[in-house]
């Protein structure tokens, strides 16, 4: 048999350590109470927990996906929209082509147009986007195209083959002699193998012909930009720059009539290659906003499971909450009231 001692201290010491514990408690609960979520997930799902970290990693994941989602969508934006600037303006050089065709001064109505399209082709394949240029293939940081003035590198290459081909510059007053057989060959020649590789990637053109991919989904890559190096700019180039630097002011009618028919075949095909680009990257797009879908969807399914293993009941969490509140306080009375015994007030 054993004799239990009862004194004020035993008493107090219990009391506190029920205040400590209580008190320990009550920040989990009111943690719980506000968050809605275990204060301690992993002690109170056991050997669930791993199941628990897949679950957000998998959403953690998607939402990564959807964040660069939005940055491609961006981009094919502003690569769509380019595209189609490019298109529209085409079409509309192309009528002031034909028009020009048969005009007396046909050379000086159509040259300020074609120097003002060959810049503005430039600058629309040197456009970016978040700090990385979207026409320049995988080498996003160096503009693709090189702006067509005088020393640049693909001036000066048209310049070394016209005189090569007639033995003048394109401002001599030779020009006015040259013969529609002669512009023929020197179009279809040197002058063409300027806008092909290799010529259109030493002289003109540090785009690679390989674009940027990105995962759009946890199963799809697709293509999500678009190269300099596309046949339809460079169609649109060669036309824009024949008719704004080889002289044609100066060139009889006959001749004239060669570089514009040149011109009316290139521009005519670039408007279906920037046609079908801007078909391709729609599709693209769509594409990406489809899969961005799928991937919300995807990550509310996953969410709704890890609430379902993480979430406890507001109403119990706050009970507890209030329950053990009220013993910390009646805890703490009752060990003033002990602190108040002593026996010198029974002496």
Do not use: C
């Not at 929209?81 to 034909?98: E, H």
């Not at 693909?154 to 002699?177: E, L, P, R, T």
């Not at 080889?246 to 290659?273: M, P």
């Amino acid at each position: 048999m054993s004799a239990n001692y009862i004194s004020s201290y035993m008493l107090t010491s219990a009391l506190r350590f029920s205040i400590t514990n209580n008190q320990s408690l009550l920040s989990k609960a009111s943690k719980e109470a506000t968050t809605g979520r275990f204060a301690d997930v992993g002690l109170q799902l056991g050997a669930a927990t791993g199941r628990d970290v897949s679950l957000r990693a998998d959403m953690s994941y998607i939402d990564q996906i959807v964040d660069t989602n939005e940055l491609v969508s961006g981009r094919l934006d502003v690569i769509q929209n380019r595209v189609t600037q490019l298109g529209t303006t085409a079409q509309d050089f192309l009528k002031n082509l034909i028009a020009a065709r048969d005009t007396d001064g046909g050379a000086r109505v159509i040259l300020p147009s074609a120097t003002a399209n060959l810049q503005d082709l430039t600058g629309a394949l040197n456009v970016s986007y978040n700090g990385s240029y979207l026409f320049a293939g995988i080498d996003t940081t160096n503009a693709p195209v090189q702006n067509y003035t005088a020393g640049s590198t693909s001036k000066n290459a048209v310049d070394a083959d016209f005189f090569a081909a007639f033995g003048f510059s394109q401002s001599a007053a030779g020009v006015s002699g040259i013969t529609p057989a002669q512009m023929q060959s020197f179009l279809n020649g040197s002058f063409d193998a300027e806008f092909a590789s290799p010529a259109w990637n030493s002289n003109r053109s540090s785009a690679t012909d390989q674009v940027l991919s990105s995962r759009i989904s946890t199963t799809e890559v697709v293509d999500t930009s678009v190269s300099a190096n596309q046949p339809g700019f460079r169609k649109l180039a060669e036309a824009y720059t024949m008719l704004s630097d080889l002289g044609n002011t100066n060139l009889s009618k006959a001749t004239f009539q060669v570089v514009v028919d040149k011109a009316i075949s290139l521009v005519s095909g670039a408007i279906n290659d920037l046609a079908v680009l801007g078909g391709s990257v729609g599709a693209i797009h769509q594409r990406v906003s489809s899969a961005t879908d799928k991937l919300k969807l995807q990550h509310d399914i996953l969410n709704n499971q890890v609430v379902g293993m993480e979430n406890v009941d507001p109403t119990e969490a706050s009970v507890r909450v209030n329950t053990l509140q009220t013993q910390i306080n009646t805890a703490l009375a009752l060990t003033a009231q002990l602190q108040k015994m002593s026996l010198i007030n029974y002496l």
